[in-house]
Nanobody, 124 residues
């Protein structure tokens, strides 16, 4: 299972860095994504990165504020979140696409290996 960490309570305009790692399994060859789910809403795409880390993708709502990266030597994927807004409040999940069917990286059902989520709360 993936372990996501780094969430917490922050004021609007603040920053957090989320981390995602896996014990007993390497993530180095998998595309990875971050999704979030706010209460009463569907899980939505936030960001994704290819296995090499060379290409990254973002939801329009976070573009310019969030940065996804990976350190394959540490078997870890990060989500740096800056200029946080109250609407960023959600449980954040990391996920891996281990099947590589070529499905859309923006869809949650493309990913088959998920973490437990970490709560991010942004106060106004």
């Amino acid at each position: 299972q993936l372990q996501a960490s780094g969430g917490g309570l922050v004021q609007a305009g603040g920053s957090l860095r989320l981390s995602c790692t896996a014990s007993g399994r390497t993530l180095n060859t998998y595309p990875m994504g971050w999704f979030r789910q706010a209460p009463g809403k569907e899980r939505e795409f936030v960001a994704a990165v290819k296995w090499s880390g060379g290409s990254t993708y973002y939801a329009d709502s976070v573009k310019g504020r969030f940065t996804i990266s990976r350190d394959n030597a540490k078997n870890t994927v990060y989500l740096q979140m800056n200029s946080l807004k109250p609407e960023d409040t959600a449980v954040y999940y990391c996920a891996a696409d281990t099947r590589a069917y070529g499905s859309s990286r923006y869809r949650a059902d493309t990913y088959d290996y998920w973490g437990q989520g970490t709560q991010v709360t942004v106060s106004s």
